[in-house]
């Protein structure tokens, strides 16, 4: 998946880019966030980008909010191999609406609302991506809700469904639970009767966890989280959905009761800082889980690896997961937490709010600086 960003030879200058016109005409300036080397927040500027029309296939749409992701955090600093290498427009999820079509599109129209998902090049005013990268956004959805379900919802729908096969009466270690893929998680083992959820998370958040469903926040900075799940349930858990990598993916596995998964989904203990941070780096690789086959059928567990940035070809299954999403949420099951709306300005202190683990919920950017300016938003 990839959605065209400009050439990055254009002007490196920002500028406040004018509205894209609706048609005809010489394609206006837009804004776009680009990464310009790998290194701290002050790698990310705003820059104007010609644009340019759709090709066939594709649609052009005027984005209206960009979801933050934890890979994006990890691909400012290069540790994320799916991002093309800088000067590059990141972003792998954004919302809006349709402004042009490619030849051959009949599936979509101009003024349709949709949620887009791509490798990198969405955190721009406009862009044009294939059409069956675009998927319409469910009624009564904000923008600002559609840029918070794709990349975060399918993570943990497929992890928790796919790979986890979860069921009634079983129990579930959440990581990082107050984040993106965290409340996603949360919602969808709600939708499944008698799920009992463990989430790791700093004290501070724990009321809200309580709230959405977690029975048993732990704080993984005070405490042995997996001491702490041993009191409650000595046979440990069914699933652990593992974002942290190196000796926590050992615990994890350890935590399995006989027949129970783990997830492996990403390596959030690379990050310490804002810059790459080597003895990290290193500590993380020497601590990281390894087994044999062998090993492994003695255990009766199973180890599994997601990667959405990889799936860029599987366009069915993603739709096919998509979908159930957007019933979910018509049906009143889920809803995208939203923890603050930054515009691209800001992608700095936005990065920051995710990196220092402060938020709870999504950290969406918007091209334009928010009407109200209260950067919690009402949810």
């Known amino acids: 998946m990839s959605a065209e960003p400009a050439p990055a030879s254009a002007a490196p200058e920002p500028v406040p880019g004018p509205e894209p016109p609706k048609g005809g005409g010489e394609p206006a300036e837009h804004r776009a966030l680009i990464l310009t080397g790998f290194g701290g927040y002050d790698k990310l500027k705003v820059q104007a980008r010609r644009g340019a029309d759709p090709r066939p296939g594709e649609v052009s749409v005027s984005v209206r909010a960009c979801g933050l992701n934890f890979a994006d955090l990890m691909a400012r600093q290069g540790l994320y191999d799916r991002l093309p290498p800088p000067p590059v427009c990141p972003g792998m999820e954004c919302a809006g609406t349709v402004r042009a079509l490619g030849e051959g599109v009949c ?12 490798r ?4 721009q005013e406009v862009v044009n991506v294939p059409a069956n990268q675009t998927f319409p956004m469910p009624e009564g959805m904000s923008f600002e809700e559609a840029a918070a379900l794709l990349v975060n919802y399918i993570t943990a729908y497929m992890v928790l469904f796919d790979f986890g096969n979860l069921r009634p009466n079983q129990s579930v270690l959440i990581h990082m639970a107050a984040g ?20 790791t998370a700093s004290a501070s958040k724990h009321d809200s966890l309580k709230e959405s469903g977690v029975a048993h926040p732990i704080d993984y900075r005070t405490m042995d989280y997996a001491e702490e799940i041993r009191k409650i349930s000595p046979k ?29 989904y990403g390596v959030a ?6 810059k790459k941070n080597l003895m990290a780096m290193a500590k993380t690789w020497w601590n990281q889980f390894s087994i044999t086959a062998l090993q492994l059928l003695s255990q009766n567990k199973a ?3 997601y990667h959405l940035g990889y799936m860029h070809e599987e366009v069915e299954l993603i ?9 979910l949420y018509s049906q009143g099951k889920i809803k995208p937490k939203i923890d603050s709306v930054w515009p691209f300005d800001q992608v700095a202190e936005a990065m920051k709010q995710m990196q220092e683990k402060k938020n709870v919920g999504k950290v969406i950017l918007v091209p334009e600086a928010p009407k109200e300016e209260s950067k919690k938003a009402e949810n």
């Open 107 to 118: 599936d979509r129209q101009v003024g349709d609302k949709v949620m887009v998902l791509a």
């Open 319 to 327: 739709r096919s997961v998509v979908a159930e999403l957007v019933n």
């Open 269 to 274: 203990n690379l990050l310490t800082g804002q």
């Open 303 to 305: 180890v599994c690896g």
């Open 180 to 199: 993106g893929v965290g409340t996603a998680a949360i919602q969808l083992c709600k939708t499944v009767e008698n799920v009992t959820i463990f989430g």
């Open 236 to 264: 440990g858990v069914d699933i652990v959905l593992d974002p942290l990598g190196g000796s926590d993916t050992t615990k994890a596995f350890n935590l399995l009761k006989p027949m129970g998964k783990l997830i492996t």
């Open 120 to 123: 990198s090049g969405l955190w």
